[in-house]
């Protein structure tokens, strides 16, 4: 779909001690929480070294398998996840396109953040700290995953960054601000209708 750009960069996150590894905070703030929204800022980098493309909107998720992540600048673009299907939709062409999540979702950058059962997709390791961040390095265990790893930052208890390398050396680097966890998210935030007259693909 036109300038859709890449996903994956929705997160929840908890209070756990400050001495915790990255690792151990992963797993602390899926265990506890359920909900979670925020801002993003995006910023895809690619191996051939063109200027990087930056982007930025708004997030919401509710575990398992919800999520809803907006572009508002420098394009409009909305991804919807009821858990199922997940709809993306550009307003500039009026297009939706549609898929079920199915058995991927699992092995998904996302998963590691809306989804549940890690240890079964993933390889998870503590990663070096720096600069008071301590991060998750996240491998998949699937040979047909779509990207090769993604490292995960935590800063004073919560998720401030997402850092995803795919099999084609482009790293798509997110940063989250405005983070608030375990909010009261209406269902209908996770449902999506085409508007009229858009031109609908997919399952």
């Keep these: 779909m036109k300038r859709l750009l890449c996903i994956f960069g929705i997160l929840i996150g908890t209070a756990v ?14 265990e506890t929480n359920r909900s979670a929204r925020g801002v993003f800022v995006q910023t895809v980098i ?15 998720l509710q575990r398992p398998g919800k999520f809803r992540w907006s572009y508002e600048k420098p ?20 297009q939706v396109a549609v898929k079920k999540l199915g058995t991927a979702f699992g092995s998904s950058p996302a998963a590691l953040l809306a989804g549940q059962d890690l240890d079964k997709h ?4 503590d990663g070096a700290a720096a600069d008071g961040v ?27 960054s997402m850092e995803i390398h795919d099999s084609f050396g482009q790293v798509t680097a997110l940063r989250f601000t405005q983070f608030e966890a375990n909010p009261a998210l209406p269902a209908a935030l996770f449902r999506f209708v085409a508007p009229a007259g858009a031109d609908v693909v997919g399952d």
């Design 17 to 30: 001690p400050a001495s915790a590894g990255g690792l151990d905070q992963l797993k602390s703030f899926l």
């Design 46 to 60: 690619a191996k051939s070294g063109r200027k990087p493309q930056q982007s930025a909107g708004i997030f919401a």
């Design 75 to 94: 394009y409009k673009q909305l991804l919807v996840s009821d858990g199922n299907k997940l709809w993306s939709y550009d307003p500039d062409l009026n």
């Design 122 to 125: 993933f390889v998870l390791k």
């Design 134 to 160: 301590e991060f998750v390095e996240a491998t998949p265990k699937g040979g047909d995953a779509s990207f090769e790893r993604v490292k995960i930052g935590f800063a004073a208890n919560r998720p401030v």
